[in-house]
């Protein structure tokens, strides 16, 4: 699916593509000085800002989020550029990769978003409506590093790979979906009943 079509099933900001464009452009130039993201060439960045995107197609609206290891910026850049009017919390250890975040919410002017450098589990002063994560850690782990973040209707939004069915046989998740879109399983647990 291209780009273009799936903005049009998508509610997204007015102003996304031509965010993104000045993204692809910002990643291609710090990336070959930083190595900010394995790949860089334009397809695999839309690929990316794709699969990103894709899930505010299936999930409920939320108001904040925070993005667990955003690195380059998937998916939690790409989110807060496609809906300015959520709070936008992303999480990242990695100076590097901070100071690139930064420079692309300060070039963008994104008021919605907030870059914190440090490591979830030593975070204790936001509390999110939804949690995304990308390729950092298995689903477990992820829930029990944050606690700390969450509210006691915290949705999670955990974009995963071909683990998915052994991750979700070690928690005790009853209200959740897997929706695939081609490599991709998009783990997302509901806001209510849940009890881990």
Same mark, same amino acid.
């Given at each position: 699916?291209?780009?273009?079509?799936?903005?049009?099933?998508?509610?997204?900001?007015?102003?996304?593509?031509?965010?993104?464009?000045?993204?692809?452009?910002?990643?291609?130039?710090?990336?070959?000085?930083?190595?900010?993201?394995?790949?860089?060439?334009?397809?695999?960045?839309?690929?990316?800002?794709? $699969?990103?995107?894709?899930?505010?197609?299936?999930?409920?609206?939320?108001?904040?989020?925070?993005?667990?290891?955003?690195?380059?910026?998937?998916?939690?850049?790409?989110?807060?550029?496609?809906?300015?009017?959520?709070?936008?919390?992303?999480?990242?250890?990695?100076?590097?990769?901070?100071?690139?975040?930064?420079?692309?919410?300060?070039?963008?002017?994104?008021?919605?978003?907030?870059?914190?450098?440090?490591?979830?589990?030593?975070?204790?002063?936001?509390?999110? $409506?939804?949690?995304?994560?990308?390729?950092?850690?298995?689903?477990?782990?992820?829930?029990?590093?944050?606690?700390?973040?969450? %509210?006691?209707?915290?949705?999670?939004?955990?974009?995963?790979?071909?683990?998915?069915? $052994?991750?979700?046989?070690?928690?005790?998740?009853?209200?959740?979906?897997?929706?695939?879109? %081609?490599?991709?399983?998009?783990?997302?647990?509901?806001?209510?009943?849940? $009890?881990?």
């Amino acid at each position: 699916m291209a780009l273009k079509e799936l903005l049009k099933e998508i509610n997204i900001d007015k102003e996304f593509e031509h965010r993104c464009q000045t993204f692809i452009t910002l990643l291609q130039q710090w990336g070959k000085v930083h190595n900010l993201s394995g790949r860089l060439d334009k397809e695999d960045i839309i690929e990316n800002i794709e $699969d990103s995107i894709y899930p505010l197609k299936f999930i409920e609206k939320y108001e904040s989020f925070a993005d667990i290891g955003t690195g380059a910026g998937y998916p939690g850049l790409i989110l807060a550029m496609a809906n300015a009017n959520a709070k936008a919390y992303l999480i990242e250890p990695r100076l590097k990769r901070v100071s690139f975040l930064n420079f692309v919410k300060n070039t963008l002017e994104l008021k919605n978003v907030e870059v914190i450098a440090n490591r979830v589990e030593k975070i204790n002063d936001i509390k999110v $409506d939804l949690i995304t994560s990308r390729a950092v850690t298995n689903t477990k782990l992820l829930l029990d590093l944050t606690t700390n973040i969450k %509210k006691d209707d915290t949705a999670y939004l955990f974009y995963k790979g071909t683990l998915l069915e $052994d991750e979700i046989q070690q928690v005790k998740i009853n209200n959740y979906d897997v929706v695939n879109r %081609k490599d991709r399983n998009y783990l997302y647990i509901k806001k209510e009943n849940n $009890d881990f």
